[in-house]
């Protein structure tokens, strides 16, 4: 007797090279891992389990990867957009973040994005010593890391082209933090949860600083996941520290490796990020964030074609601005379209892939998660067929089910959620948490930040608190 | 004793030049008009209602106007993407379309639009006799043409730079067919459903029919709405035919006027598009739709700073893959941004216009709808802000809702859906038709379009059969 077995469904594996369709297909899963997967007469045949699900008219999937997101911020949801800077709308707000404020963005956060079929969250932090046991408890899968920075809290009342300071003290501190996450951590919840390292970028520590960040990810076997090349202030930090490029530095300082997970590059030549993508490191593309932050889409495209490996992620929800990797395959395929004036660029099959297997492999756990594989970890996702974006389903003489999961689905058509072989999400509800509470809760603490931030004054100078004034907002 | 009375709803009634917000407000509607608009307290002093709707948490607005949508060929969803030319994917199950598969193509779009909070369908045809009876017993407002044009279907048969040839038979019983759905559905439904007049392109009449088009609109009043600059068949067969670009060649027949509703543009230049907006007329914007088939982002910039309205659309389901506005909002305020790498290019606040009171306006029924004014017909949606996409809900100092609808609302937060006075959506259910057995029928209908395009060959050449064969789709 096994735990589950899903039958008669429209299951796309991620498998080898393409997206591994099976009409009429069976997924049976024991524990927390895929038993087996073929067509669901012989496999019915095969297995009896606790718990029979029909997928008729439903898409059985791997559930979606969110490589790349800061939930701390999450609860300042539409502060950031339509202004030159991000950084202005959201800071005055950012300050008055307290524990229960980042607890509220962790919840947040993997509410939207379980409800819309993502089942891993690559959460960059900070704040993960409060989001971790909630990620724990939710049954989500989590592979995060905390930003290592060595600069004091100063750095916006700095001169254009002054240095940062460094401080030993708190670069120290902050690794500590990494390394503590990984000690209490990694392999955590039967390993539902992993740990990375997190050097927030090549301008935020120094050269000392970044070579004991790479002896511990030695030390631990785990990934080194970086912003580089994220914005202008960042290449002029390092011209005027070191005259030199972002990827240059990290080249002599031997971070260009397959440790490497590299979010963003939209400040780095084509020929630096070729660079990036031929020493084996991957990338975190977040679209629409940098769109919205830079109107820059960032190079995912060059990367492709240098051979390397990608994931989606959506960054924030204060640059996003959602948490919904739905909205965000539809975007990654647009934008690259776009960018290339070629509408062939970016095909949706292949931006599937970038959601599931190689996002996968792009962090790291390529051989867990990503494909519905007998082995691998059971994270799966029923997307409903019969709602009306879905519709209609052809499966002869062409299908059209992956196109319209990248271009047309929006997240609601998430049917049922399967995280480490347990079912996290169904019939409209999360299962392993209260959510009405949790998110009275967030609305809440919110208004608190919120009114903590009145107070002060910088919130007057943003370009979001002069359109509320204007009634545009 | 009034119909319906809103209360307590964050109310953005759009007038004025920003988004009218009104926190605690209330909405007065009679019959199928707004009667008043205001503060909660006063008006539920003022009236009493047959039926009171607690909007708390609610955001209140006008019904989205989607104002270019072809739903004749809506079953052939996710047949177009992925390939250099969508006419390749499309074309050889466009010519397997029955009456009933169009009905269905009508069927799927206004569900999947309506349980998205558009409440106006711009439907372009053709097919629109079959489609209008449905939509008056949907309870959508509708505002349609038919495409005229007078080439004969030899069109893909031609060798490049070969002139279409004119039937004057065929415009002529196109025109008769476009001024059948004015006698017979002009003003229908209350005035729920109105026509205007669809000449396909600049290169699909011959100018003696463009003349019998005009002069016809003239007489009745009607809005002309036309695909211009819309590719590069179009610009090579003016050039064959005039020595001329489309623009030229409209402005010498006398159509650049207020009369006018251009749709995409893609292929004029920026000065072409600013003297279609100086001339009045106005322009439908398909963001999603022109990216997918051609990778370039339509100049709705260009023609909103020449002064021009932009109304934004959805185009087609083959070609977007959704028929749902908010992911066009979101779309169409990132790709302007990305157009011009400057993200304050097209802010959150002015998309909503766009799709509301600037769409109203741009397709000619900006005295009717668009807006919650006294004396308005009542088309408006609540928004559930207790949906974890639209969460936190920041009103102060900052304003967080109108953003967070353009950027992150997905569509199925759209709690209820009031059209002309009549509720036709709440409760997650269309009340006025029986979706189960309407989308049942798609699908059956959907599938017999398919079979019959699998015994002809043509399909075998396309890039999604390809794609299919090989485990990709």
């Known amino acids: 007797m096994i735990d589950i077995l899903l039958t008669n469904g429209d299951v796309f594996t991620m498998a ?90 962790a919840q947040l956060s993997a509410i939207e994005a379980i409800r819309a079929g993502t089942t891993t969250l690559g959460d960059y932090g900070p704040g993960m010593p409060i989001a971790l046991p909630f990620y724990e408890k939710l049954g989500v899968r989590a592979r995060v890391c905390t930003l290592i920075s060595e600069v004091p809290p100063v750095e916006s009342i700095l001169e254009e082209g002054e240095l940062y300071p460094f401080s030993r003290a708190i670069g120290e501190s902050r690794l500590k933090e990494n390394l503590d996450l990984v000690e209490h951590w990694n392999g ?24 004991k960040i790479k002896a511990a990810a030695e030390r631990h076997g785990l990934k080194l996941h970086m912003h580089i ?111 290339n004036q070629d509408p062939t660029r970016m095909p949706t099959w292949k931006v599937l892939r970038m959601a599931t297997i190689e996002g996968a492999e792009a962090i790291g756990l390529g051989d867990e998660i990503g494909s519905l594989e007998p082995g691998k970890k059971a994270d799966l996702i029923l997307v409903d067929l019969r709602k009306p974006s879905m519709m209609p389903v052809l499966r002869e003489p062409v299908r059209n089910i992956v196109p319209n999961l990248v271009l047309s689905a929006r997240g609601e058509e998430v049917a049922m959620s399967i995280i480490d072989g347990e ?39 943003t370009f979001q608190h002069r359109l509320t004034l204007e009634g545009r907002y």
């Open 16 to 105: 080898g090279d393409g997206v591994g369709y099976l009409e009429k297909g069976a997924v049976a899963i024991d524990g927390n891992r895929i038993l087996a997967v073929g067509p669901s007469s012989e496999i019915e045949a095969k297995y009896q389990a606790r718990r029979t699900i029909d997928a008729t008219m439903k898409a059985v999937l791997p559930g979606l990867i969110d490589g790349h997101l800061h939930t701390v911020i999450a609860i300042l949801r539409g502060l950031g957009q339509d202004a030159p800077t991000w950084h202005e709308g959201v800071d005055p707000f950012f300050e008055q973040l307290t524990p229960a404020a980042v607890l509220a963005g």
């Open 423 to 461: 079912v996290v999400y169904e019939n409209g509800r999360i299962v392993t948490i209260a959510e009405d509470e949790l998110l009275d809760r967030v609305q809440r603490v919110s208004e608190q930040v919120s009114a903590r931030a009145s107070s002060e004054v910088r919130w007057r100078k």
């Open 188 to 211: 955590a919840a039967n390993g539902r949860i992993s740990v990375m390292i997190g050097p927030q970028g090549p301008d935020y520590c120094s050269e000392e600083l970044f070579g």
């Open 229 to 339: 090349g994220q914005g202008d202030r960042e290449m002029l930090q390092m011209r005027n520290r070191y005259r030199m490029r972002p990827v240059e530095f990290l080249e002599r300082i031997g971070y260009l490796d397959e440790q490497l997970i590299a979010a963003h590059m939209v400040k780095c030549s084509d020929e630096e990020v070729e660079r990036i993508a031929a020493s084996g490191a991957s990338m975190a593309f977040c679209p629409s964030s940098l769109i919205l932050c830079d109107g820059i889409v960032p190079p995912a495209d060059v990367f492709l074609r240098a051979g390397g490996k990608v994931c989606l992620g959506t960054d924030e929800t204060s640059s996003n601005n959602g948490t919904n990797l739905f909205s965000e395959m539809k975007l990654a395929s647009l934008a690259l379209d776009m960018k």
